[in-house]
C-alpha cells in the first residue's frame, strides 16, 4: 500500500504563479512531487523516480539528510532570526570562516545572499564599487557572455546572454556587452572532457576592449562550465587566456559558480578544478544542499580591503538584504559542509570520472544526437532538433525518461545531466541506459 499523503495534492490551481513554466500547459496535465530521499523523488502517482538534475542543480549531498534537517531544527528552538544590519550573531561568522577554507587563497571573504540572482547583482555591484574607490569610476561597463545565465535579477539578466531571459524585459542595465559562447559542434562535438578547440573564443574580450576602452570596462563574468545554456565547456587554456586579458586590463573577473561550486566538478570550485584564479566567486545552489535559500559571494584580499580601506567613517558598502547571514541558512550551510567533508563529496565526482565520460561518449551514433559532452558530474546530450518543430523532441525524450524512472531536466533539445554527488556507478548506468531507451523510441 503507497505511503503517499495523495492529500498533497492541491484543489486549487490558479491562485500559484510558477516559474519558468507554462502555466496552462501545466495545468491541464498536472503532476506533483511529494516527497524525496537520497538520490530519489516521488510523486504523487507513487512514481520512483531518480533524480538527474540534483533538484536544479542544487542537491548535491542527496534528499533528505537528516544531519541538515536536525541542525535546522535545533537552530530553530536557539535562534528563529537576527538581521545583520550593524548587528551580529555568532552563526554567520562561524560559517563564513569555515566556507573560506574550501575557496583558494586569497578569495578570502566572502558576503552572505539568499540566491544565485542575490549572488551575482552583489558581485556586479561590488565590481563598480570597488573601481570608483580606487579612482577609478570610468570602469562602468560589464561584460557578460552569449547563452549564459546569471539568475533574473535585472543585473544578471543583463550580463546574461539567453534570449528568452531578455527579451521581454526592455533595455535593462546599459553599459553591458557580451563576448562569444564557446559551443562549436563543428570542430568540438563528442569531445571527452575539455574541448580541445576554441582557445581563440578568449581573444573576443580583446575584442571589447579595443571597442570600449580598458578604462570603461569593470568586470567580465562568466560560468566556468555554462549551465542552462546546455552544458557547454571551456576549450582548454580559455579561462587562463581570459584570465591573463582581465589582468594585464585592470577588468575583475567574475566566475559565476552557482552550478560548479560544492563538488560538481570534482572539487570545492572550479577555480580550484581549472586552476584559473578570479577577483570575485558567486555561489548559491549546493551551499545548503538546497535546503534553505541560501548564496554567498567570495572576494580576494584586495577587493575587500579596498573597501575596509576608505577613509570615511561609516557603512563601506552601502548593500544587504534582510536575511543575508540568516542563522537557520547558516546552520542548514554548517551541516552541509560537515556532510561534503565527512563523506569527501567535494572530490567524488572525480572517482566516477571514467563511467560518466564512457556513457556519455558512448550516444555518439544514437538516432538523432549530435553531441554528447561534460566532464563529471556534469554532462549534456544535445538532439537534432525538428526541422518543422524545434524544442519538441527533446520534450518527448524528457517524458519518456520520466515515464521510465529518470527525472531529467531538457532545456530544447538538450537534455542536461547533473545527478546528485551521491549517485553510484550502477546509477548513472541505470540512468545513461533510460535516456538511451527512450531516445531510440523517439523519432
Known sequence: ????????????????????????????????????????????????????????????????????????????????????????????FNFASRLVAHFPDPLNHVFLTNSGSESVDTALKIALAYHQHKGKGSKQRLIGRERAYHGMGFGGISVGGLVKNRQSFGQLLPGTDHIRHTLDLERNAFSRG????????????????????????????????????????????????????????????????????????????????FDVLPDIITTAKGISNATIPLGGVFVSDDVYNTFMEIESPGVELNHGYTYSGHPVACAAGM?????????????????????????????????????????????????????????????????????????????GDIVVLSPPLIVTESQILEIFEIIRSSIREVA
Request: one cysteine or more; a negative charge.
Open 194 to 273: 575539455l574541448p580541445e578547440h576554441g582557445v581563440e573564443f578568449a581573444e573576443d574580450l580583446q575584442r571589447l576592449v579595443d571597442l570600449h576602452g580598458a578604462d570603461n570596462i569593470a568586470a567580465l563574468i562568466v560560468e566556468p562550465v555554462s549551465g542552462a545554456g546546455g552544458v557547454i565547456l571551456p576549450p582548454q587554456g580559455y579561462l587562463q587566456r581570459l584570465r591573463d586579458i582581465c589582468k594585464q586590463n585592470d577588468i575583475l573577473l567574475i566566475f559565476d559558480e552557482v552550478i560548479t561550486g560544492f563538488g560538481r566538478l570534482g572539487a570545492a570550485s572550479a577555480a580550484e578544478k
Open 335 to 411: 551541516a552541509t559542509l560537515d556532510i561534503y567533508e565527512t563523506e569527501s563529496l567535494f572530490h567524488r565526482a572525480n572517482r566516477l570520472e571514467a563511467t560518466w565520460l564512457d556513457e556519455l561518449m558512448s550516444f555518439a551514433g544514437e538516432p538523432n544526437v549530435i553531441d554528447a559532452r561534460g566532464i563529471p558530474l556534469i554532462g549534456a546530450i544535445e538532439l537534432a532538433p525538428r526541422e518543422e518543430a524545434p524544442m519538441q523532441r527533446g520534450a518527448e525524450v524528457g517524458k519518456r525518461c520520466y515515464e521510465k524512472g529518470a527525472w531529467v531536466r531538457t532545456i
Open 1 to 92: 500500500m503507497s505511503q503517499l499523503d495523495h492529500n498533497l495534492v492541491p484543489n486549487d490551481l490558479e491562485s500559484y504563479w510558477m516559474p519558468f513554466t507554462a502555466s496552462r500547459d501545466f495545468k491541464d496535465n498536472p503532476r506533483f512531487i511529494v516527497s524525496a530521499d537520497g538520490m530519489y523523488y516521488h510523486d504523487s502517482d507513487d512514481n520512483k523516480l531518480l533524480d538527474v538534475s540534483a533538484g536544479l542543480w542544487c542537491v548535491n549531498a542527496g534528499h533528505h539528510r537528516p544531519t541538515i534537517n536536525a541542525a535546522i531544527a535545533d537552530q530553530l528552538s536557539k535562534l528563529d532570526f537576527a538581521h545583520s544590519f550593524n548587528s551580529g550573531h555568532p552563526y554567520a
